[in-house]
C-alpha cells in the first residue's frame, strides 16, 4: 500500500531517510536529520519570499488560485458579495460562521458603539503635514492606539482580545476619515450610529453643511461589496506581517500597523493607487500598445495584474469589473475605464502576460470605482486596509491560539565573511589606536 512518506537519499553519504507527509507538506524540522556528520547543522530548506512554505494551518480562508477560486470559511467569494454585509463577513471570519439574527444585532451594536476615537486622537493626526499621505496618518495612528489602551497586552484573555477586535473594527474607518479630513483641511465629523457600517464611513468622510447625511444606497452598497472583497486573501504579505508581529506577543495594535505598513507597498495594497496613476499616464487608449511594448522591455509593471496566487482571472476583480458600471450610472462614468478594458484586452491577448499567466487582479478595476465616489488616489491603500482589518485579526487570533506557533524566526544561509580577526596598529604620537 502506498505511503504518506517522502524517500530521500543523501548522495553526499548515501544514507536513507523517510520524511511523513501531510496535507501535502513535508515538515521542514525533519530535514534537519539529515546531515553528514555528527557536527554538521543538518539540511534547511531555502526559500526566499516563501514561494513554496506553508507557514500555518488555517481555517479561514481557500484560494485555488489556477482555477480563480476564493472562499471565506468554505463560501464562495460572489456569493458572500451578492447576500451579505460587511459586518456579516467580517464576523464569518472571525468567529467561522455567518452571526444568527441575535449575534448579528449584538455584533452590530459592539461595532456602533465603538465608532468615536478618544480627543487625542483628533491632535495626533492635526499633528501631521497638510499634504501627509492618509496611509501613512492611518498606520501610524493605528499604533498610536495601543498608548490609549495598554490592557490590550494581555492577549491571551479572551474577553480582553474581544474587546480590542471590536474597538478595531470599528475605529479604523474613524481614523481613516479623519486621515482624509484632515488632508483636505476639513473639520473631522463625528460617527452616525443611525448609519451602516459604510454609509457611516462615507458620512465621516463627505458631510459638509448639512444636519444628517444621507448615503447613496448604490455607493453605500457598492462600499459594502468593496469591504467584503478586500476582507482577507490568506497568507499575504501584510498578513503574514500581522501574524510575525503578533508572534512575539506585541499588542493587536502595534501588529495591525505594522501589517498596514506592509500593506501600504506598490506590490501589495498600494497598488490600486498605481493602477490609476499608471492609467492617467497613459492617458489615451491608441498609447496603450507604446505602453505594453515598454512594460515587455522591462520599463516598469503592468499595474494591477499578475498575482503571487492566481494563474487565473482573480474573482474579485471579476466582480468589480461588473460593479464598475453600476458605480458609474450614479457618479458618472470615469473616462479611465476605457483606457483599463482596452488595456486588459490587449494584454490578455499578448503572449508576455499570457504565457506568465498574468491577469488583473483585485487592484484592476476598484481604483477606478474609488475614484467615481471622490475618493483621491492616494486613499485607496486606506480603503484596503480598513476591510482587510477584519482578516488581520481572524489571522492574528487564530495564530496565537495555534499550539503549533512559535514566535516567528525564520534561519538565514549566511554569506557574508568567515570569522576573521582585527588588525590593530598603535600610532605613538597620538596614544591612539587605528583599527585597520
Ligand atoms: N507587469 C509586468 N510583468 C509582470 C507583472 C506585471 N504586473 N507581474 C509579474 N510580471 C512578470 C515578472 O517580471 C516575471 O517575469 P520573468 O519571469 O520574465 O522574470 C513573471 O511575470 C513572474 O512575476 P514575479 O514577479 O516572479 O511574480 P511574484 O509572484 O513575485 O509577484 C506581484 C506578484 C503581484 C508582486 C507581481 O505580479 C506584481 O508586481 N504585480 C503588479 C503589482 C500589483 O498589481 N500588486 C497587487 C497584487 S493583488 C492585491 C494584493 O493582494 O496585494
Redesign the pocket.
Known amino acids: 500500500m502506498a505511503k504518506d512518506t517522502l524517500s530521500v537519499t543523501d548522495n553526499r553519504t548515501g544514507r536513507q531517510y523517510e520524511i511523513p507527509i501531510t496535507d501535502g507538506t513535508i515538515p521542514a524540522p525533519e530535514l534537519r536529520k539529515i546531515k553528514t556528520s555528527t557536527e554538521d547543522f543538518g539540511l534547511m530548506s531555502y526559500d526566499p ?1 516563501y514561494l513554496n512554505t506553508a507557514s500555518c494551518r488555517s481555517k479561514i480562508t481557500f484560494i485555488d488560485g489556477d482555477r480563480g477560486i476564493l472562499e471565506y470559511r468554505g463560501y464562495p467569494i460572489d456569493q458572500l458579495a451578492e447576500h451579505c454585509t460587511y459586518l456579516d463577513v467580517a464576523y464569518l471570519l472571525l468567529f467561522g460562521e455567518l452571526p444568527s439574527p441575535d449575534q448579528k444585532t449584538s455584533w452590530t451594536r459592539q461595532i456602533t458603539t465603538h465608532t468615536i476615537v478618544h480627543e487625542n486622537i483628533k491632535k495626533f493626526v492635526d499633528g501631521f503635514q497638510h499634504d501627509a499621505h492618509p496611509m501613512g496618518m492611518f498606520l501610524s495612528t493605528v499604533g498610536a492606539l495601543s498608548t490609549f489602551y495598554p490592557d490590550a497586552k494581555n492577549i491571551f484573555s479572551e474577553d480582553i482580545r474581544r474587546r480590542q477586535i471590536h474597538r478595531l473594527i470599528a475605529k479604523v474607518p474613524t481614523i481613516a476619515a479623519y486621515a482624509y479630513r484632515h488632508s483636505i483641511g476639513m473639520p473631522y465629523v463625528l460617527p452616525d450610529n443611525d448609519l451602516s457600517f459604510p454609509g457611516n464611513f462615507l458620512n465621516m468622510l463627505f458631510k459638509m453643511t448639512e444636519l444628517k447625511y444621507k448615503p447613496s444606497p448604490v455607493l453605500e452598497r457598492a462600499l459594502d461589496v468593496l469591504f467584503i472583497l478586500h476582507a482577507d ?1 490568506e497568507q ?2 501584510s498578513t503574514s506581517a500581522m501574524r510575525a508581529i503578533g508572534s512575539s506577543h506585541a499588542d493587536p495594535y502595534s501588529s495591525l500597523a505594522g501589517a498596514a505598513a506592509a ?1 501600504y507597498g ?4 498600494g ?1 490600486n493607487e ?2 490609476l496613476r499608471m492609467l492617467a499616464l497613459i492617458g489615451s487608449k491608441d498609447r496603450i500598445l507604446e505602453f505594453i511594448t515598454d ?1 515587455k522591455q522591462g520599463k516598469g ?8 496566487v492566481y494563474k487565473n482571472y ?1 474573482p474579485r476583480a471579476k466582480i468589480l469589473k461588473n460593479m464598475a458600471h453600476e458605480v458609474f450610472e450614479v457618479c458618472g462614468r470615469n473616462p479611465l475605464i476605457d483606457i483599463a478594458v482596452e488595456l486588459e484586452r490587449i494584454a490578455l491577448q499578448d503572449d ?2 499570457v504565457s ?1 499567466k ?1 491577469y488583473p ?4 478595476y476598484s481604483g477606478l470605482i474609488y475614484q467615481a465616489m471622490g475618493f483621491p488616489v492616494d486613499m485607496f491603500p486606506v480603503l484596503f486596509a480598513i476591510p482587510r482589518t477584519a482578516g488581520w485579526l481572524a489571522q492574528w487570533e487564530e495564530m496565537l491560539l495555534d499550539p503549533e506557533q512559535k514566535i516567528t524566526r525564520p534561519r538565514q544561509v549566511f554569506i557574508g565573511p568567515k570569522r576573521r580577526d582585527l588588525t590593530i596598529a598603535k600610532v605613538s604620537t597620538s596614544k591612539a589606536t587605528t583599527i585597520v
Request: aromatic share 14%.
Open positions: 519570499a486573501h499575504n504579505c500593506l506598490p506590490l501589495h495594497g497598488a498605481q493602477v512594460v509593471k503592468l499595474m494591477g495584474f499578475g498575482h503571487r482573480d508576455y502576460f506568465r498574468l487582479n483585485v487592484d484592476f
